[in-house]
């Protein structure tokens, strides 16, 4: 099993440059399933989800090859078969795409209920409306989600989702995109990841308009052909170094990102004191004197984004004032909170409220990750508290950012990676 150890309490200088984001990846990887041609696909973030994701769909029969650390090829004209297996679909929250790229490609699909993060009820029905409006029958039994069509091809659809969700957006796009006829999906979400998978679908011969808008329109086509594409970059992993240097002080140049998919969380840091320059595709970003109290609700794109709610909140334990967090995406996001108050910050939790009174400081002490961005959050705490920490559980933290320790270890920090006896399930980290 793995830990970091961070002797903290130093301030952050240099450049930071930002891998593909995650869960832009893991949409593209499984739509290419849809694909009856070959897809080159570059700036994949090393990250587990992401090999995981490649294991899969090997397992169906895809023919990956590597062609270099951020770029695959995958070959799905030779798939031979719509089930997945229970045992590596139901550790990853995305695998809920399997569904709609094998129901849109084959007609049927069998895959394992969705793992992920753990941050209260992550229900499906939104997925499963759209699917059935299209004309699928959909059971969930025995830990699987069976879904069929009668003729083996779904038909396009007007579909308004009740709540605005990432993944059924997604979803309902890979299935529409072979479907017979136009498909309308109305209150969609707009997150960047939406528009990058509409993006890629278009380039390998999809006919979708209006991702990035609440109303995307999908004409369905008969065949996807080959093609190449580049994931864009990670918003939140860009967003979670912004918070570092935010939370230690010092310099850094956060390299290869979109400041549009940026402002969001740049506009909140500003708020709070630090200093933000705006490039092409930087963002300098420096903190000198104490940083101000703010308040922030995380929201669907544009809005401020949930999966920055444990880094913005660990930054506020060091600001002057009292802020307010309120999450407005998940029920229950605030379990890494005990964590923080270890290192001395104090915060109370009120079901989807935070209160964060500002400390002067945060002292080093034994931490442990609950899931990916809670590990995130607790990294950015042991960089800016006085003296040890050692976090554990950071499994989760590798499921979602590349070579975290080696970036952090290049902007002058001192963490390390260290073994520790232990039970060392890789897999396991797919359940936070
Ligand atoms: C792999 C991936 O991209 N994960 C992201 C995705 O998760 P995910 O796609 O699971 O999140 P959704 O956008 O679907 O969920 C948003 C809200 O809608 C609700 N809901 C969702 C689907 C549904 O069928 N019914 C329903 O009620 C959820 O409970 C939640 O309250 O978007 C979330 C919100 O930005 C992020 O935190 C996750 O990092
Ligand atoms: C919650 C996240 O991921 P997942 O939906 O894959 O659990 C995340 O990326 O912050």
Known sequence: MT?????????????????????????????????????????????????????ILEELGAGIRTINRHAVEVDCRRIRRARTSYEMVRRIRA????????LGRFGQAEVAMPGGCNFGVRPIDQHIKGFTAMGAKVVVEGGFIHATTEGGR?????????VVSVG??????????????????????????????????NSMGANIRGAGTDTIKIQGVD???????????????????????SATGGQVLVKNIIPKHMDCITAKLQEMGVQIE?????????????MQKANVKTMPYPGFPTDMQPQITTVLTLAEGTSMVTEGVWSNRYRYVDELKR??????????????????????????????RAGAALVIAALAAEGTTEISGV??????????????????????????????????????
């Not at 130093?10 to 041609?37: T, Y």
């Not at 935070?354 to 990916?372: K, M």
Request: proline share 3%; glycine share 10%.
């Open 3 to 55: 830990n970091y150890v961070v002797h903290g309490g130093k301030p952050l200088f240099g450049e930071v440059e930002i891998s593909g984001a995650k869960n832009a990846a893991v949409a593209i990887l499984p739509a290419a399933l849809l694909v009856d041609g070959v897809c080159r696909i570059e700036n994949i973030p090393q990250i587990s989800d992401v090999t995981l994701f490649l294991k």
């Open 95 to 102: 695998s809920y795409y399997l569904i709609g790229a094998l």
């Open 154 to 162: 779904l038909k396009g659809a007007n579909i308004y989702l009740d």
């Open 168 to 201: 059924a957006t997604m979803n309902i796009m890979m299935a529409a995109a072979l479907a017979q006829g136009n498909t309308t999906i109305e209150n969609a979400a707009k997150e960047p990841h939406i528009v990058d998978l509409a993006n890629f679908l």
């Open 223 to 245: 065949h996807l052909r080959g093609g190449s594409y580049a994931i864009i970059p990670d918003q939140i992993e860009a967003g979670t170094y912004m918070a570092a240097v």
């Open 278 to 290: 705006e490039q092409e595709d930087t963002l300098l970003v420096r903190r000198t004197g104490r």
């Open 343 to 372: 290192l001395g910050a104090n915060i109370q939790v009120d079901e989807k409220t935070a209160v964060v009174e500002g400390v002067d400081h945060l002292t080093g002490a034994p931490i442990q990750a609950c899931d990916l």
């Open 395 to 432: 499994q989760y933290i590798e499921r979602g950012y590349e070579d975290m320790v080696g970036k952090l270890r290049a902007l002058g920090a001192d963490i390390r990676a260290v073994e520790v006896p232990g039970d060392s399930e890789e897999l396991e980290a797919h359940i936070g």
